[in-house]
Nanobody, 114 residues
């Protein structure tokens, strides 16, 4: 079993920034973030392989940056230029290996509003 602890969500004004963190209880393969806006399906935000190859959703590319610290089993999501449409519950997502099971964090709320 894998435990994930997320932190860093909150309320921010448009144009502001937040940094999300997710600590895993052991070494993970792919680490990343999904989000679920109100009334919508969960969608990929960004993910990163152990070799630090990253993938971003078109809607966040250039504004968000994913990084990871493998020594700390931690993945980060730096979110800049936040807009109301970024409002969602953000979920940490990890896999144990290629084709391995995926695990999800409990979710952290990000609200962008003036």
């Amino acid at each position: 079993q894998v435990q994930l602890v997320e932190s860093g969500g909150g309320l921010v004004q448009p144009g502001g920034s937040l940094r999300l963190s997710c600590v895993a209880s052991r070494t993970m393969y792919t680490m990343g973030w999904y989000r679920q806006p109100p009334g919508k399906e969960r969608e990929l935000v960004a993910r990163m392989t152990p070799g630090r190859r990253s993938t971003y959703a078109d809607s966040v590319r250039g504004r968000f940056n994913i990084s990871r610290d493998n020594a700390k089993n931690t993945v980060y999501l730096q979110m800049n230029g936040l807009q109301p449409e970024d409002t969602a519950v953000y979920f940490c997502y990890v896999t144990t290996g290629i084709g391995g099971p995926a695990y999800w964090g409990q979710g952290t709320q990000v609200t962008v509003s003036s």
